[in-house]
Nanobody
């Protein structure tokens, strides 16, 4: 079975920075896409940033220029560097892995979610 384990979030002051990381474990052959989503209070879950195995990235307009996503394919990890944080970035952040192939079923792809980590931006 595949598990996604996220690093702890935390409380950050406005303008501050925080790095989130996520590691996928299990008998993984490949992961097509890794991404971060977030869900703020009273809001729907939304895409923050994503990166495919080839390195192409995508970002929500609200975080462009402030957040950077990266991944290490060999380690099945994805990192979200968040700078210039704003109170509206407060949310539970979820790691997502799409198109995951494992050794036992190499022709089947599945999607997985992390458990979520709280990020609070407040003075």
């Amino acid at each position: 079975q595949v598990q996604l384990v996220e690093s702890e979030g935390g409380l950050v002051q406005p303008g501050g920075s925080l790095r989130l990381s996520c590691a996928a474990s299990g008998s993984i052959l490949s992961i097509n896409d890794m991404a971060w989503y977030r869900q703020g209070p009273g809001k729907e879950r939304e895409l923050v940033a994503g990166i495919i195995s080839g390195g192409s990235t995508r970002y929500a307009d609200s975080v462009k220029g402030r957040f950077t996503i990266s991944r290490e394919n060999a380690k099945n990890t994805v990192t979200l560097q968040m700078n210039s944080l704003k109170p509206e970035d407060t949310a539970v952040y979820y790691c997502n892995a799409r198109g995951v192939r494992v050794r036992t079923t190499p022709f089947v792809t599945r999607d997985y979610w992390g458990q979520g980590t709280q990020v609070t931006v407040s003075s």
